[in-house]
């Protein structure tokens, strides 16, 4: 994952260097041009993600614009807006209105682990949804437990991972969340741990259903 600070730079590196190739530029160099509007193009899609509003803006311009041509007034004025959208992204990541990458990546995977869960459940398969909602919860506060400076692995054997039950602990001690979301997250962890171990009779269909969309709720309440 590229920390928000590299993205920064990455993106200030790419504006000036288009800057400085419209500023000088020449027909004879417009494939330069366009190779670095494309390297631009590119870096704005590594810094956002499906659905996002400078995603959108950008592909309405890729759309209207053709290409590069011979002329210095049809370079700037396609490759201007490419440069003014990049620069809005970089002020929001630089002004921190703009979430952190990592969250919105991750953000976005469990959306799509959870919609695996969602789907075994409505094909009946309680017991193959509980483990993956609750492995994507287990999962989950791990990364808000890195977020948080807070160790994911044992003093004693550093190779070895804290459990998801004592990590709840200390997400809670360090204020992360409160006493009623770590007793929320107790429950459904318990869900999960009966399902692994094919105790599937202590736990109904309703409740995956809620586990499901509890975690689901948990994982934007408390992004990581």
Known sequence: MVAVEEMIEQLSTLIKECEESLSSFHPYWWEDLLF??????????RCTIPGDSYRKNLDDVVFTAVTVRDSPDIASA??????????????DLRDGGFRSVSELIHADMFSDLLEIAREL????????AAVQAGTALELHLRLLAEKHNIETVTKKNR??????????????????YGEIEQQYVTARLTI?????HCQFNKYSS?????????VREFVKSFPA
Not at 36 to 43: D, E, K, T
């Open 36 to 45: 670095l509007r494309y390297r631009l193009h590119a870096a704005i899609y």
């Open 78 to 91: 396609e490759t201007l807006p490419f440069i003014a959208i990049a620069e809005a992204l970089r002020a």
């Open 121 to 128: 459940y409505e094909k009946r398969h309680k017991d193959a």
């Open 206 to 214: 309703d409740q995956v259903g809620e586990l499901i969309s509890g």
């Open 159 to 176: 190779s070895r991972s804290k459990s998801a039950g004592d990590l709840n602990v200390e997400l809670r001690k360090a204020g992360v």
């Open 192 to 196: 999960r741990n009966f399902a692994v």
